[in-house]
């Protein structure tokens, strides 16, 4: 069962390439001769069209030129579809403008579909390493009605009596609630930002895995993320359907290959000494952001976690360091050849005091967080947590130019048109 890719007429002999149900990310070379099938399947083989849907029942023979190595020599074809024609996306390649216009269809491509493949593995991997270490999977809420990463960010919904509610910029407030329930838990959902960056690394929602624990240190979180990263990635390197998908994009694997724990540990005072010898124009105090996370990248060359930034440039629940109050326990996991921050997390405060204060000095209203503010008045522990973005992960293990290439729906801001 499939779809055809291409078909090949040559006399007495056609080749169609499906793309199939079973393996759609390799097409299966089908092989049809005139005097195998019946003569009004041949008459109807001069109606398919790029992109018919087709039921073929044949024999599989070895052939090491074939695509797979194998093909199937056809004895009966029944044809399910014909596509109309002309396709909307020739053979030639398109600009990104016309593939986001033509989305639905440009998805199916063979390049997307193997993309598809990784996405989907590298979930299964992300889950069973939660399984594996007794984590909870669990399912926090997408409508919110407080802020998580700052106001001006937040996309307003309106909800049902006119009273305002938030699409969900993490699930991370909801996930420190779980810990007091279940210890260990994790999450995968939707999260929005209205930035309106239009970066390759920046979308306006994309997919989140977070995870928080119950008596986690700032190391204990560390170790964890450097875990889950490299679980992932030795698993999609072991599966040999996956690594010569990662290998058809990448070229070179061997530093994949070499991406174990411990990862390198680089405080932002020293990031600051190295920016500055490289003459980029920074101080202390400043926002570390994408160019000077791209020079630190190609300095350092393998994953490595930036800590102890500045406590103001970090959120209200980010724990601040007990050593010097001016920084914080948080730490983004960076990746390398340019491609920047793929995991965020820090050590929670637990201190009801300093968090009140802090949620004033954000502008916010503790009022509005009072439920949270019951997780330190009623049985508080320490506790940490982190969130990963799952398009920047794939982003960077495929080695893609852009981070829209890695979600089958991508909302950017300013498109002007997406389904």
Not at 116 to 144: C, G, K, Q, T
Not at 354 to 362: A, G, M, P, Q
């Amino acid at each position: 069962m499939g779809w055809v890719i291409r078909k090949r007429e040559h006399g007495n002999i056609v080749f169609i390439d499906l793309r199939t149900v079973k393996e759609p990310w390799n097409p299966l070379q089908i092989v049809i001769k005139k005097e195998k099938i019946r003569e009004e399947t041949w008459r109807n083989l001069k109606k398919i069209t790029r992109e018919s849907s087709l039921l073929v029942e044949g024999e599989l023979v070895e052939n090491p030129r074939a695509p797979r190595g194998i093909e199937l020599y056809a004895r009966n074809i029944d044809i399910t579809h014909i596509a109309e024609t002309p396709y909307p996306l020739g053979k030639k390649s398109h600009p990104p403008e016309v593939l986001m216009q033509w989305r639905h269809l440009a998805i199916r491509s063979n390049r997307y579909t193997k993309i598809w493949v990784i996405r989907d593995h590298l979930l299964r991997l992300a889950r069973e390493y939660f399984m594996v270490n007794n984590w909870y999977e669990v399912s926090p809420p997408i409508i919110v009605s407080t802020a998580v990463e700052g106001g001006a960010t937040l996309f307003e919904i309106k909800y049902f009596d006119n009273s305002k509610a938030y699409l969900s910029q993490s699930a991370q407030l909801y996930l420190e609630v779980m810990v007091f329930s279940l210890g260990k838990v994790w999450s995968l959902t939707p999260s929005f930002r209205a930035e309106k960056s239009r970066t390759r690394r920046h979308l306006a929602e994309y997919w989140h895995l977070e995870a928080e624990a119950a008596w986690y240190r700032f190391k204990d979180n560390l170790r964890v993320q450097e875990e889950l990263i490299s679980y992932i990635i030795q698993g999609l390197l072991k599966n040999p359907v996956t690594r010569h998908i990662i290998e058809e994009f990448r070229g070179n694997i061997e530093h994949l290959e070499e991406i174990k724990p411990p990862f390198k540990r680089i405080s932002y005072d020293e990031a600051i000494d190295i920016l500055q010898q490289h003459n980029v124009d920074i101080r202390w105090g400043d926002d570390i952001g994408a160019d000077e996370e791209k020079v630190l990248s190609e300095e350092i060359g393998q994953p490595f976690f930036l800590t102890h930034f500045p406590s103001h440039l970090k959120p209200f629940y980010v724990k601040l360091d007990p050593k010097g109050p001016e920084t914080c326990l948080a730490a983004d996991l960076l990746a390398p050849e340019g491609y920047g921050e793929i995991i965020g997390g820090s050590e929670r405060e637990d201190n009801i005091d300093i968090l009140v204060d802090r949620i004033r000095k954000e502008g916010f209203d503790p009022e509005a967080y009072s439920w949270y503010l019951d997780l330190r008045r009623y049985g508080s522990v320490p506790h940490s947590g982190f969130g990963l973005g799952v398009e920047r992960l794939i982003w960077w293990i495929l080695k893609l130019d852009h981070i829209r290439d890695t979600i089958p729906f991508p909302r950017l801001a300013r498109v002007k048109k997406f389904i």
